[in-house]
T-cell receptor, first 116, second 113 residues
Framework: DTEVTQTPKHLVMGMTNKKSLKCEQH?????MYWYKQKAKKPPELMFV???????INESVPSRFSPECPNSSLLNLHLHALQPEDSALYLC???????????????FGEGSRLTVL | EDKVVQSPLSLVVHEGDTVTLNCSYE??????LLWYKQEKKAPTFLFML????IEKKSGRLSSILDKKELFSILNITATQTGDSAVYLC?????????????FGTGTSLTVIP
């Protein structure tokens, strides 16, 4: 299984809603990532988890709250979002942080979020 | 500040043409350079390059890295309409520098029949 699975594929939410994005991988990767991608822009790193611990938080607003319940799962909890948060949210995993090189990032299909 | 710059930003060619996409970088403690193809959804992996001068090849696609001049190129020969996509270059740096994978802005390739 060389897949990163994200759900839902599409999400529309109001500014007062609470929702979650989910990501799962069964490749034994110990690093998992959340990226945000706006149209015609490259992915921007939001969070990195290494061995289920948050290792990088790229100054993301607190209305985005990541969670890593176990080594295979990564969630992104959303609350009180703004319309400008509408984007494609990509989850990725890699073998591990550190060492001589991580190798490739494996991306999920993404969750396209629209905030009304 | 670390950065990855891709050129051109966009490119329109006819089927059968050969294209060369460029990626230059200024990243502290370089580890590897990766090329991805992104169509409508997630980026899909093409190549990972760690050593200078060694060409990686997959069908009509090939890539090479120059660690002295700090750039990589991605070549696509005999282009097809299915090659239309955004091609992203990413450079890996050690995690203690903060980011780890620095993405370029991408090159949007359109192949016309």
């Amino acid at each position: 299984d060389t897949e990163v699975t994200q759900t839902p594929k599409h999400l529309v939410m109001g500014m007062t809603n609470k929702k979650s994005l989910k990501c799962e991988q069964h490749m034994g990767h110990r690093a998992m990532y959340w990226y945000k991608q706006k149209a015609k822009k490259p992915p921007e790193l939001m969070f990195v988890y290494s061995y289920e611990k948050l290792s990088i938080n790229e100054s993301v607003p607190s209305r985005f709250s990541p969670e890593c319940p176990n080594s295979s799962l990564l969630n992104l909890h959303l609350h009180a979002l703004q319309p400008e948060d509408s984007a494609l949210y990509l989850c990725a995993s890699s073998q591990e942080l550190g060492g001589a090189g991580t190798g490739e990032l494996f991306f999920g299909e993404g969750s396209r979020l629209t905030v009304l | 500040e670390d950065k990855v710059v891709q050129s051109p930003l966009s490119l329109v060619v006819h089927e059968g043409d050969t294209v060369t996409l460029n990626c230059s970088y200024e990243v502290t403690n370089f580890r590897s350079l990766l090329w991805y193809k992104q169509e409508k959804k997630a980026p899909t992996f093409l190549f990972m390059l760690t050593s200078s001068g060694i060409e990686k090849k997959s069908g009509r696609l090939s890539s090479i890295l120059d660690k002295k001049e700090l750039f990589s190129i991605l070549n696509i020969t005999a282009t097809q309409t299915g090659d239309s996509a955004v091609y992203l270059c990413a450079v890996e740096a050690p995690p203690n520098t903060g980011n780890q994978f620095y993405f370029g802005t991408g090159t949007s390739l359109t192949v016309i029949p």
